[in-house]
């Protein structure tokens, strides 16, 4: 190389990134043997049981719906549906273009070097114990408000941290470090947040702290923090039917956040064993051209940014003019790969692109380099390993090749075709899209909490009996209350007029009796139109998937389908 080189870790800024892909750690051989089972086979192609886990996980983690029967059974339709449009796509040749020759490509790499991470690493971490999921439970019931100092370099977080434990005040370096005024409380405040809502480290490091207290420097995805939490908002009402309502979509998000944490630090420490060192000609070069190439918010239009914010990928025509203004063989970076002095280029960046996260592509382009990277490394130690033709991922292959076809071809269906839907139409879809929504929720309601289930019957004994409510300790009497919140779902569950006992996982328990409950829900006439519009792009996708049911070989194993619904209820 022409020019000189930097270490990796501070060129590229970002060393703690998640992987592309989402990795299953499967402990036992039953387990793994039912996860390649066939749920479902469509014109000779299998959808496994561990395919179905994994994508129905993802859909409850971005959507935030329960993990339900019904939303079981809706996404399992979703996927075959899918699978019966991709074989439609595939007569009508969506599969001979360059693009989806790529993205087959892409995906095998990505497969190959999840096999490799997995056989590596993620076999090495055992399940999640009970103890574990409800942890993350309550923690998900929970909002906290934090403030942080925050640096982009780990020393300067510790310099920070070293400080407080000085004795410096919290306060003092946040107006510092900020630059704001002396009186100024706003310094570094984060406001409240979730659980799922932080990044994977500041969750962990901000859930595990007392209210007040501050933490280590912690590594996010963002850079270096050192956190303090002002306070934590806690459901005082955990059920433990809430809690089994949704322990498979928690215990699947803890597991995937735990994977996400220790498999950083996994590729982190394989990537600096590797010596990997940044072109500075390159990197210029590449950021020259995606300043010049990716579109970007104009700072006028109010509503640019969060329309552009909006995006997940960059699209093809910006990749397009990327490589008009780049040279593939560009060099980026090089690495120590299996004994060797390796390049990674400008064309193998750009074939990784649609597998990045936009901001970061656009805000941050060389952490965008980092994360390709890391995905070319964990494909050439699985391809090395001789996994590119591991079962697992030619399924996995199948399964993305089917979704881009059928994405295609639905995309196809809406550009060109409208449809006039009848009433009846917009009226199932009126329940079937889910326009009809709790808009106010208002009870009267007493409650009693006790400290067991034991202390709780006894209290629903005693009102049997004719006492005064009232007159019992702990009783709260409630008017008027705003009862939509997930946090008061008990109070709009439970029967009206009659007395009943719940309990939360932490063990202490409440007597409830809801006097009065007043429920309003959208209307079909305010959104009759909307239904409309939205129904004239999706039907003709339907009525074509509707027909394609009486001609595409179709079958379900509904009995290992409720099987497997049964045991998710199976703590």
């Known amino acids: 190389m022409s020019s000189r080189a930097t270490p990796a870790w501070i060129a590229l800024g970002l060393a703690v990134t998640t992987i592309a892909v989402i990795v299953w750690h499967r402990s036992r051989p039953d387990e793994e043997a039912l996860t390649m089972r066939a749920l479902a086979t469509v014109d000779g192609r299998d959808l496994t049981v561990g395919r179905f886990n994994q994508s129905f996980l993802e859909y409850i983690m971005a959507t935030g719906r329960n993990d339900t029967p019904e939303e079981r059974y809706r996404h399992l339709d979703r996927l075959v549906r899918d699978m019966i449009l991709a074989t439609e796509a595939r007569k009508l040749g969506l599969d001979r273009s360059a693009e989806f020759e790529s993205l087959v490509d892409r995906n095998r790499r990505l497969a190959v070097g999840a096999k490799y991470f997995e056989e590596a690493f993620a076999r090495s971490m055992g399940p999640l114990t009970e103890a574990e999921v409800r ?16 640096f982009r370099d780990g020393d300067a977080a510790r310099a920070a941290y070293d400080a407080l434990r000085a004795g ?38 901000a859930y595990a702290l007392p209210v007040g207290s501050y933490s280590e420097p912690v590594r996010s995805r963002y850079g270096w923090h050192v956190l303090r939490v002002e306070d934590r908002l806690t459901n005082p009402l955990l059920t433990e039917y809430d809690f089994m309502m949704h322990r498979a979509g928690i215990e699947g998000r803890e597991k995937v956040r735990r994977n996400r944490l220790e498999g950083d630090r996994f590729v982190r420490e394989l990537m600096e064993s590797l010596d990997v060192r940044v072109d500075e000609a390159g990197a210029r070069a590449l950021v020259e051209a995606m300043n010049a190439a990716v579109v970007r918010p104009s700072g006028t239009d109010p509503g640019a940014e969060a329309s552009q914010r909006a995006r997940v990928r960059i699209s093809e ?28 280029t400008a064309g193998d960046f750009l074939r990784w692109l649609p597998e990045l996260p936009y901001d970061e592509v656009r805000d941050r382009t060389m952490a965008a380099v980092g994360r390709a990277l890391r995905n070319e490394v964990l494909a050439s130690r699985g391809v090395k390993a001789g996994y590119d033709d591991a079962e697992l991922v030619r399924e996995s292959v199948r399964f993305a090749a089917d979704s881009w076809l059928a994405s295609s071809l639905r995309a196809a269906l809406r550009a060109s075709r409208r449809v006039q839907p009848t009433d009846d139409e917009v009226a199932e879809a009126f329940e079937r899209l889910g326009y009809r ?8 309601y007493w409650i009693v909490r006790t400290a067991s289930v034991g202390a709780a019957d006894s209290v629903k004994a ?20 705003d009862v939509r919140s997930d946090a008061l779902g008990y109070v709009r569950r439970a029967p009206l007029d009659r007395t009943v006992v719940g309990c939360s ?43 394609l049911l009486s001609i595409v070989p179709v079958s379900v194993d509904t009995t290992l389908f409720r099987s497997l619904m049964e045991s998710v209820r199976t703590p």
């Open 168 to 205: 410096f005040d919290f306060m003092d370096l946040a107006r510092d470090l900020y630059g704001t005024a002396p009186d100024d409380s706003l310094a570094g405040y984060l406001g409240y947040a979730t659980y799922w809502d932080l990044d994977d480290a500041v969750a962990e490091a």
């Open 505 to 547: 996982v932490d063990g202490s328990c409440y007597v409830l009796r809801v006097l009065r409950r007043d429920l309003e829900y959208t209307r079909l006439e305010d959104r009759r139109e909307d239904i409309r519009s939205v129904l004239e792009q999706l039907l003709p996708e339907e009525r074509m998937t509707d027909s």
């Open 135 to 150: 942890q993350a439970y309550e923690r998900s019931r929970q909002r906290v408000a934090l403030r942080h100092l925050f």
């Open 437 to 444: 929504k709790l808009e106010r929720a208002l009870a009267d």
């Open 317 to 344: 025509g910006e990749i397009d003019e990327l490589r008009d203004r780049l040279e593939p063989e560009t060099v980026l970076a090089t690495l120590d790969l299996d004994g060797t002095r390796a390049e990674f």
């Open 462 to 481: 005693i009102l049997e009996q004719g006492a005064d409510p009232a007159t019992i300790r702990g009783f709260e009497e409630v008017a008027g209350a």
